[in-house]
């Protein structure tokens, strides 16, 4: 692979021109927080021209774009949110053609950041997965992200993957047997439903309380899918979680009691695909469906962007379990590369390296 960037903060504490911070928020918090351990400056905080109302941030006023523009000639932007809005998105790159705009990577889950020290230590398990990869499109897009991780640089998060076509060119659904952990308000479970007409049976779980209630009511109407109650574990057990009531939502040491499960003691008949996308606990959920994996080999749909350590550890993981298993890597419309996800079919033994 060919692995180039710079790490971001250094990018960042070297820069010539003012920093300034576009967005709010916990990523924001955890940006202004690495700025203090690395001794990097904030000039500023800007936002949406319709969320700043007067307010302040860390200390800072939120400022409109256009303030920022009369009072810097010109400035670094530092992106602090995540978006998959189109029009967000838009934005965000048109602001890329005046200014250098950068978003750091900071972990959904865990504590490890991403670095060029990280991927050189742990580059044979980099290399590894690099060779599990089905496709050039995957191997590019697998450098283009690690290099991202490093660097910050959001053009190396282009040309997007559109989820339909995974759906129709790589998993190629059609009656699938479907089970969908973190299926959050629905959304994914419409999408299949969408993208596989012919769908036989969805048995989707959500544990945050909030979030299960929406996800209840949106697949009141829909045929053969079961929602449950439950978070994804690597066994049966009780757990606290910390419900946000959005996709945040995560198992942790505060919030209310939840029941987790594991795939392996859910499913009883043989299913065909399995999404995960759990916050940083797909690890767990993984060991929770060996023997579903073994005797199943169901298509895989595997978040790889919660935890550092999840771009290689997780199709490792798969691989030692089924070894017949290969992956497809896409990043899908996001900044920063959260929608990062591998993409799992077992080959036959003959192609199995």
Same mark, same amino acid.
């Given at each position: 692979?060919?692995? /180039? ?8 504490? @070297? ?15 955890? $940006? ?28 800072? %006023?939120?400022?409109? /774009?256009?303030? $920022? ?7 670094? $932007?530092?992106?602090?949110?995540? @978006?998959?809005?189109? !029009? ?14 950068? =978003? ?20 044979? *398990? ?10 050039? =499109?995957?191997? @590019? ?32 659904? *059609? ?94 008949? %043989? ?29 895989? /749909? $595997? ?13 490792? *993981?798969?691989? =030692? ?17 959260? !929608?990062?996800?591998? /993409? ?7 192609? =199995?390296?």
């Amino acid at each position: 692979m060919n692995i /180039y960037e710079t790490n971001v903060w250094d990018k960042l504490k @070297t820069a010539a021109k003012p920093i300034v911070l576009y967005g709010m928020g916990n990523g924001a918090d955890k $940006i202004l927080d690495i700025f203090a351990e690395k001794g990097i400056s904030c000039a500023g905080i800007f936002a949406s021209d319709d969320f700043v109302r007067g307010q302040s941030f860390r200390g800072m %006023p939120v400022k409109k /774009y256009s303030q $920022i523009k009369a009072q810097f000639e010109d400035f670094v $932007i530092v992106v602090a949110f995540a @978006t998959s809005r189109p !029009e967000i998105l838009a934005r965000i790159f048109e602001l890329a053609q005046a200014h250098t705009v950068l =978003a750091p990577d900071v972990p959904v889950a865990g504590i490890t950041r991403f670095s060029r020290e990280f991927y050189e230590l742990y580059r044979a *398990q980099f290399d590894a997965v690099y060779d599990l990869l089905i496709d050039e =499109a995957s191997k @590019t897009c697998y450098e283009r992200i690690i290099n991202f991780k490093i660097g910050g640089d959001i053009q190396l998060l282009k040309p997007f993957f559109e989820k339909e076509k995974v759906y129709r060119d790589l998993l190629q659904l *059609q009656g699938e047997r479907i089970v969908d952990l973190g299926a959050y308000d629905g959304d994914t479970v419409r999408e299949f439903v969408a993208a596989d007409k012919q769908y036989q049976s969805i048995i989707a779980l959500e544990p945050d309380p909030k979030n299960y209630k929406k996800l209840a009511r949106n697949c009141k109407e829909l045929r053969d899918v079961t929602t449950y109650h439950l978070g994804a574990w690597d066994k049966e057990a009780t757990a606290r979680f910390g419900a946000e009531a959005s996709r945040n939502s995560a198992v942790g040491v505060k919030g209310a009691e939840v029941k987790l499960t594991s795939v392996d003691a859910l499913v009883a008949e %043989p299913i065909t695909l399995l999404k995960m996308d759990i916050e940083g606990s797909e690890a767990k959920a993984i060991a929770g469906a060996k023997r579903t994996i073994q005797k199943y080999k169901p298509k895989l /749909y $595997i978040c790889a962007y919660h935890r550092s350590e999840d771009l290689f550890d997780l199709p490792l *993981q798969i691989h =030692a379990i089924c070894p017949a298993y290969r992956f497809y890597f896409c990043h899908h419309p996001y900044i920063p590369a959260w !929608e990062s996800n591998f /993409y799992g079919v077992a080959v036959s033994d003959s192609r =199995a390296k």
